[in-house]
């Protein structure tokens, strides 16, 4: 078994997990076995070649259709129509991503966690696969109905429910499943700051899942002065579930590396690595 060093400076997310990871030599053909699997329509995945500040990551892509696509990745919609680099706090703040129009709120299957659950039971994967899926799930609700005020069975799911989401999930939980590690290693997890439109409405960066679960995990959350959300909750959730201790060894020989792209057009980008060494 291997251990895992999860460099988080750049922020992580759950596309970036899940191309890092393939990066670093998780079985692609699994991946697509277990998504190909669940009994849920409206996507398709695509796993390609990009360059992030010169250099070459993997990109790992849900492709969704016009009626569930959720704009996750939409800097309009995430901060409105001109928001880019230092403005993107102001732009928030004075409500202009507000007048993109309620267009853009169609399409979010609103899940509970019971129905993610039996999504994820029917997967082919392995029990563990699916049942770190499932703990990440968990987390993530504890964190939403913390922030909502609700409890775990009675939570819905927006974002994190939405079938990219659901499929990021699993993914991740595959692909690490795969690469058989028995420790991960995770020093900070650098976010930003300002604000960032959600279902809900304008909120604060970090966002208060993130904070919640960072509260409840002892997570290493950094605060920068980078404008946008680097670290999200899918990102924060599966950091939860495997993490198992903050501190390197004092040298390391590395057997494997691999490169996760973000999608979200920061002017820091965003690049997840993550690191094997025996």
Do not use: W
Not at 10 to 31: H, P, Q
Not at 57 to 70: A, G, Q, R, S, T
């Amino acid at each position: 078994m291997s251990s895992m060093y999860l460099d988080c400076e750049a922020g992580i997310s759950g596309d970036m997990t899940v191309a890092a990871l393939l990066d670093a030599g998780a079985d692609k053909d699994k991946l697509i076995k277990a998504l190909e699997s669940i009994r849920v329509d409206g996507f398709s995945i695509r796993i390609s070649r990009v360059k992030k500040a010169g250099l070459d990551c993997c990109d790992f892509d849900v492709v969704l259709d016009e009626d569930h696509e959720n704009h996750d990745h939409d800097m309009d919609y995430l901060y409105g129509r001109e928001a880019v680099g230092s403005s993107i706090n102001k732009l928030a703040i004075n409500g202009l991503s507000r007048d993109l129009g309620s267009d853009h709120d169609h399409g979010h299957h609103h899940r509970n966690l019971a129905d993610i659950t039996a999504i994820i039971d029917s997967a082919d994967a392995t029990k563990n696969a699916r049942d770190l899926a499932k703990k990440i799930f968990h987390i993530l609700a504890e964190a939403e109905a913390k922030a909502h005020s609700t409890t775990v069975d009675e939570v819905h799911f927006h974002e994190v429910g939405a079938i990219d989401s659901i499929a990021d999930i699993l993914a991740a939980a595959v692909c690490f499943d795969d690469l058989n590690v028995s420790e991960v290693i995770v020093p900070k997890l650098c976010d930003g700051q300002g604000t960032v439109r959600c279902q809900h409405g304008i909120i604060p960066v970090p966002v208060p899942a993130v904070v919640n679960i960072s509260e409840r995990y002892d997570l290493p959350l950094m605060v920068t002065d980078r404008k946008g959300e680097f670290v999200t909750p899918t990102g924060a959730a599966f950091v939860a579930a495997v993490m198992t201790g903050t501190k390197l060894p004092e040298t390391v020989i590395p057997t494997k590396t691999g490169l996760g792209a973000g999608k979200r057009d920061y002017e820091h980008p965003g690049i997840l690595k993550v690191v094997l060494y025996d």
